[in-house]
Structures are given as C-alpha cells and as structure tokens.
C-alpha cells in the first residue's frame, strides 16, 4: 500500500500519475454520459423523437447503470482491477464510439442502455483502486481527486461540442466518437502507469470498530428507511437537471445552441461549488457545538431552500432571473448529496460496499423511471415547467425524512465528507 510521502507531505510520483488516471476516467466517464444532453436537440429532430422517447434513453441507461453497479461492485472484489477497470472502459468508449454511427432510435435507444451498463464499472473500480493504492491517510486526498473529474467532464464536454459543431459545423455524431477515442488512450496510460502487485496487497488492519456502539435493530431500520427515501428523490432529481436542461433551454425558451453549451458548463461549475459548499458548512457547524445529525440536516435544508426556486420556473420567461433560478438550483441538487454520503457511512463501517451498492441500485432503478415519466408528463403538458416544478419541492420530503427517520447521536462522529453522483 501506498501512502503520502513523508516528511514532504507529497504524493509519491506514481501515485500521482495513477491519481490523475483516476481524474481522467471520471472526466472520460461523465463527457461520456452528458455528450447525448448537450445534443438532445439535434438528435431529437434527426429521429423525429418527443419528449417521452428521448425520457425513455435516459430511463434505460438508468436500468442497466443500475444492473452494472451490482455486477462490477461484486467483481471489483473478485477480480484484479488493474485489468477489469480497462476491461469496462473499454466497452464503455466503443459503445459510445459506436452512438456517432446510430441509424435510428432503436440503435440509439441499444447503445444508450450499454453504456450506462459498462460505465457503472468506473466507480466500484476507482474506489476499489484508491482503497489498495493509497493508505488510511491520504485516501481522503485520492477520492477528493477522483471525484474532482467528473465536473472536468462535465465543463468540458458542451466546450467540445461547440467546438465541434459551431465552430467547425461538424455532425453531432463527431463527438460521441472523439469521446470514444480518448477512452482508448486512457487505457494505454493506465496499463503502462500500474503494476500487478498494486493490487494485490495485504489486507489492512485497524480500520474496524472505531470505538462506535452497534445501533439497535431499530436504528438500523430507520436509517435503510431514510437512505433509501432520500437517495431516490435526491438521484432523481439530479438526473433529471443534468439530462434536461440543456433541452428545456432551447426547446421552451429558445437559448440558441451556442448559448445552451456555454450555459451548461457554467451550470455544472456552479453545481461543483454548491456540493463542496455544503460539505464544508456541515463540518463547521459540527465545529460549533451541533450534533452531527443536525448539522448535516441544516445544511440539507439549506440546499433544499435552493432547490425550492424551481418551483417558480412556470411562472419565469427566459431571461438572467431564469438562468439565476438554474444555477441556484443546481449548486443546491449537487450539495445534497455530502450529506447523504455522510448518513450513509454510519449504517454500517464493515460493509460500506454493500450499503453503497443497494443504494444505488435502488435509486438508479427509481430515476430511470422517473426520466420517462417526466418527458410524457411535458408532451402532456407541452411544457417542462411543471415537471422541474415538482422536481424542486420534492426535496422537502427528503429533508423530512432525514430529520424524522434518522435516530440521533449515538457516539461523536466527524464532519461529513464531500461527494459526487454516478
């Protein structure tokens, strides 16, 4: 196991470079994932799609992200990651290499759903990565670099297709295929970067205990109620604002496309600060003398609070009230999620994998429905403005669920961490 240098307080070199391997296959994992969104439009009119068919895209990748959490969370465990890891990025960059080459939505729809598939794999095998490679201290430092690329994807990915088709009035489909090809390059580095022995290392020891008393079955209970309650509505809701935006702007108040890219990377910028935000203001108010669950319940109403400007979006044309409305909202969607990491983590230290892997299978399982459900629900409508209506009051109900459901302290505990979604 690898740890921080000493003395300098550096990272080794190769742990560097496998850290930055990790950043960039967060970065390749979302530019993969958010290329269709910074689309939508283009592609809706080329396969004459409503609303509902390009909900059901996004509720498929949802089904089958879910099906691979599961799958790669086990064999993360099972096999060796140095190569199970270029393995699954692998087939996730020919899946999307091979979206460029869609004839109609029926392929599109098939390589939608392999790709959330195979990109499940990039989280239990990045974890599993920084959990072998990098010692109890600076582990938090690795994960803090590995979840800082999925918003370089995300920035970077409406730059590119500007880029693309603006600036060289390329085919949308050019940029699945690009993104396709930095995968296989990322793969090479990896290979050449990592050894067979980093991963296969003794098991550590001292990690378990921790001095925390064994909640009673009850708390057990009402803490799988809460985290299962406030992760659907929490994923849902993010889902929802990554996928649809891009579309909402230029469909329902008629952003030009230029301005729709240049908007989204601007949003997921500010949505990085809203998460790192809400992390750090739950840990000071730990700092001031709060209990460490209402701490965390605080600073999630706060983020609530942000989230709750959607519903004025029915009544909002377009203009800087509008964007203001967007971004707001997205700094608050992102920053819910610290603090269900943090809740999370005290369910059970011995089988955080476990908890991480039901979760998300639940909540994946949950948005996938929901994309649907919300695209039918603006053809109804002939307007998005109520569904992103309800997606900010929701959150209430997770707000409610945390300070209701989840028990109180039972032992000191430190701040919550900061996080990002898969």
């Not at 929490?234 to 008629?254: M, Y």
């Amino acid at each position: 196991m690898i740890g921080l240098g000493s003395g300098a307080g550096q990272l080794p070199r190769r742990v560097a470079v496998i850290a930055g391997l990790l950043l960039a296959a967060s970065a390749i994992n979302y530019m993969d994932r958010q290329t269709l969104a910074n689309v939508a439009k283009r592609v809706t009119e080329e396969f004459s799609l409503n609303n509902e068919q390009y909900g059901r895209l996004e509720e498929w990748f949802g089904y089958a992200f879910a099906a691979g959490s599961l799958l790669f969370g086990i064999l993360a465990d099972r096999m060796s990651v140095r190569w199970l890891y270029p393995a699954a990025l692998l087939a996730w960059s020919l899946v999307g290499f091979a979206t460029g080459y869609a004839r109609d939505y029926d392929e599109l729809l098939l390589c939608r759903t392999a790709l959330g598939f195979f990109e499940a794999a990039h989280w239990p095998c990045a974890l599993k990565t920084t959990q072998l490679l990098i010692s109890t201290k600076g582990r938090a430092l690795g994960n803090g670099i590995l979840q800082s690329g999925t918003s370089i994807g995300s920035i970077l990915t409406p730059v590119v297709m500007w880029w693309i088709m603006i600036r060289q009035g390329q085919s949308w489909r050019l940029g699945f295929q690009l993104v396709g090809l930095v995968g296989i390059a990322w793969i090479v580095a990896w290979i050449a970067a990592t050894r067979a022995e980093d991963f296969h290392v003794a098991p550590r020891g001292g990690d378990a205990g921790n001095g925390d008393a064994a909640p009673s079955r009850s708390d057990t209970i009402r803490r799988w109620g809460a985290v299962l309650v406030v992760v659907i509505i929490i994923n849902t809701v993010w889902q929802i604002l990554r996928a649809w935006i891009p579309l909402i702007l230029q469909k329902e108040h008629g952003y030009t496309e230029t301005e729709t890219l240049w908007f989204t990377a601007l949003w997921f910028g500010i949505s990085d600060v809203g998460c790192l935000a809400s992390g750090a203001l739950a840990w000071w108010l730990a700092l001031q003398g709060w209990s460490v669950k209402w701490s965390r319940v605080a600073t999630f109403a706060i983020c609530c609070l942000l989230c709750l400007g959607l519903v004025a979006v029915p009544r909002l044309q377009a203009g800087p009230v509008l964007l203001a409305v967007l971004l707001v909202a997205g700094a608050g969607a992102l920053g819910l999620f610290p603090i269900y990491y943090s809740f999370t983590q005290d369910i059970s230290r011995h089988h955080q994998g476990l908890v991480t892997g039901l979760a998300s299978f639940v909540a994946w399982i949950a948005s996938a429905r929901f994309q649907k459900l919300f695209g039918r629900l603006a053809d109804q409508t002939q307007s998005f403005s109520v569904g992103m209506a309800a997606a900010g009051a929701v959150t209430l109900v997770a707000l409610i669920a945390w300070a209701i459901l989840w028990p109180g302290d039972r032992t000191a505990d430190a701040g919550p961490d900061t996080g990002r979604p898969a």
